[in-house]
Nanobody
Framework: VQLQASGGGLVQAGDSLRLSCTAS????????MAWFRRVSGKEREFVAA???????YYIDSFQGRFTISRNDAKDTVFLQMNKLKPEDTAVYYC???????????????????WGQGTQVTVSS
């Protein structure tokens, strides 16, 4: 499967953005999907994941502002980001965990397929 992320851009603090990640090659439904981000000069960090069974995973700092969803019929996963802050400026990556790989949804090493990233810039 290949992943194509889109939807990034330049917004002001307090605005919203919705990122999309579309899969091609195989149905998305058999994959756990996730969003990670990399702030310039920092390590990649987990943002959210959507499991094959429909469960969603977040870390506290994003829950309430960011929402992950998926439309398996369209092989697309979304990241709705509200109340954006300048510190949310980063390259956002979508990732897929194939069924045989396993591993925690929160760790990047659990994912074997990565999209190219989309830049989100939040101005103050």
């Amino acid at each position: 499967v290949q992943l194509q992320a889109s939807g990034g851009g330049l917004v002001q603090a307090g605005d919203s953005l919705r990122l999309s990640c579309t899969a091609s090659g195989r149905p998305l439904s058999s994959y756990t999907m996730a969003w990670f981000r990399r702030v310039s000069g920092k390590e990649r960090e987990f943002v959210a994941a959507s499991g094959r069974t429909g469960a969603s995973y977040y870390i506290d700092s994003f829950q309430g502002r960011f929402t992950i969803s998926r439309n398996d019929a369209k092989d697309t996963v979304f990241l709705q980001m509200n109340k954006l802050k300048p510190e949310d400026t980063a390259v956002y990556y979508c990732a897929a965990q194939s069924p045989v790989r396993g591993g925690s949804e929160y760790y990047g090493d659990s994912y074997d397929i990565w999209g190219q990233g989309t830049q989100v810039t939040v101005s103050s």
